[in-house]
């Protein structure tokens, strides 16, 4: 068994816990936020059975799109405190992590 963590963007995650409940994939939704961009996105945790882990993959690869988003760059970031124009950064799509499972009970 596995766990798959998938931090997608907020704007895909309702699309994403549909085409999950409609494959009868069971996946945990939890807020969270960038540690760049400081902005709201959407973790799953999915645990999944080995041979279902790439059905899992696939879906989060449909559903999820990149997109380019602007940010001011905090003082630090930038060489003279004057410049503070927004940079453009692209946000993936999906950043995914597979983990083994040791251990899986539902009391
Ligand atoms: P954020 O940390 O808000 O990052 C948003 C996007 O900003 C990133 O997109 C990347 O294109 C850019 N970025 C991040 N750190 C940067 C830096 N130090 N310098 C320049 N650009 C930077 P993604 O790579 O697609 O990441 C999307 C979100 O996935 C991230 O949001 C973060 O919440 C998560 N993430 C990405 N890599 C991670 C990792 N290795 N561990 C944990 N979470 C990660």
């Known amino acids: 068994m596995k766990m798959i963590v998938a ?3 907020d704007k895909d995650s309702a699309e994403l816990g549909d085409a999950f409940t409609n494959a009868d994939v069971r996946a945990t939704k939890l807020s969270s936020t960038g540690g760049f961009l400081r902005a709201g996105n959407t973790t799953f ?3 999944v059975e080995n041979e279902k882990v790439q ?3 696939d879906i989060i690869k449909e559903t999820s799109h990149a997109r380019q988003e602007f940010m001011t760059p905090p003082i630090s970031m930038t060489a003279d405190a004057a410049i503070q124009a927004p940079i ?3 946000v993936g799509g999906a ?3 597979i983990l083994p499972v ?3 009970h539902r009391f």
Do not use: S
């Open 88 to 90: 453009e950064v692209q």
């Open 55 to 57: 059905d899992v993959l």
């Open 102 to 104: 040791e251990g899986f």
């Open 95 to 97: 950043t995914v992590f």
């Open 7 to 9: 931090i997608i963007q």
């Open 45 to 47: 945790l999915i645990g």
